[in-house]
């Protein structure tokens, strides 16, 4: 499986309870490495995904520690090094008295400075699956990157996947360009609020059902109401979560799609893949940051400055 899109620094920042405005809030801060499309790519060799590859944008301060990174998940990364920009950085603030829901602040720097000129066609050689992040939708260089990996894929019958990502970047591109730009796109994996944006339904599910006349195939992230998968205008199965003790929901939709992704590779079928998502993302919002535990176990280290 070939992942395209973001990799960035993640700042998290745990609290408890509203942050004190004009002074101090206590917090226990850690730098990990992240970004959606990074998580997605990492879940899915996690969940036994064999051959995962990530082309993704990074500045020069952090490249070297982001690949190592990756290839600790067992992703091999196609790392491009940004000559002007710094690798991206989300600062995650993450209140553990609110179901350990985060708010991001988000500089996406190299990430989303991705163009034609880093594609190439050779990239798809041996890939079963193309996932993209929604997160490239948001820049005309990753617009660009997407009208070309798409008809890259389509030449070669390679299936696509892409995750809108954002809703608060997904209202500002509107939900009419957004249908047209991903146009060709046979899997759509929106969490419940992106969905419902996208055609405004006020149930989750709806939306999928009504995403899934434009897309063949919808599964919608519903966080602890589980997942909805849809096909042609009607939703064919509910999964529910798997129940856990949330620390961090950071990257826990980006879990659930590299477990589904790297489940459907291996022959299930949606509605099993869509289990195993949940799974994972139950794993994932136990954990600190948006990443599974490394193929040695260790912790991410803090990158070099």
């Known amino acids: 499986m070939l992942v395209v ?15 004190a405005s004009g002074t101090d809030t206590a917090a226990v801060v850690r730098t990990l490495p992240g970004g959606a499309g990074a998580n997605v ?3 899915a060799a996690h969940r036994g995904c064999a051959d995962v590859r990530l082309l993704g944008r990074v500045g020069a301060e952090a490249a070297a520690w982001h ?14 090094v940004d000559p002007e920009a710094p690798t991206g950085t989300v600062i995650c603030l993450v209140d553990t008295e609110a179901a350990a829901e985060r708010t991001f602040l988000t500089d996406s720097g190299a990430s989303l400075r991705l163009d034609p000129a880093d594609w190439s066609e ?8 193309l996932h993209l992040s ?4 948001f820049s005309a ?5 997407v009208r070309a990996a798409l008809a890259s894929a389509r030449a070669r019958g390679v299936p696509v996947s892409l995750d809108p990502a954002s809703a608060g970047f997904l209202a500002e591109l509107g939900a009419d360009r957004f249908l047209a730009l991903v146009r060709g796109v046979d899997l759509l994996l929106p969490s419940r609020d992106e969905a419902c944006l996208l055609t405004g339904a006020a149930d989750g599910a709806d939306a999928a059902a009504d995403l899934s006349r434009s897309v063949p195939l919808v599964v ?3 966080g602890a109401a589980g997942a909805v998968v849809a096909r042609d205008g009607a939703v064919v199965a509910r999964v529910p979560a798997v129940p856990a003790t949330p620390r961090d929901t950071t990257g826990a ?8 992704l790297a489940a459907l590779l291996a022959g299930a079928e949606p509605a099993r893949a869509a289990v195993e998502g949940c799974r994972a993302g139950a794993l994932a919002v136990e954990r600190v940051g948006g990443r599974p535990p490394t193929t040695t176990g260790a912790e991410a280290t803090t990158p070099a400055r």
């Open 5 to 19: 899109g973001d990799v960035v620094t993640d700042v998290v920042a745990r609290h408890r309870g509203p942050l």
């Open 41 to 43: 790519a990492c879940w």
């Open 67 to 80: 690949g190592r990174e990756l290839a600790a998940s067992g992703v091999r990364p196609l790392l491009v």
């Open 122 to 129: 050779a990239m798809l050689d041996g890939v079963a699956r």
């Open 134 to 137: 929604g997160y490239l939708l």
């Open 141 to 145: 260089s990753g617009r660009a990157l």
């Open 220 to 222: 919608a992230k519903q």
């Open 253 to 260: 939709g980006d879990a659930f799609t590299g477990a589904f």
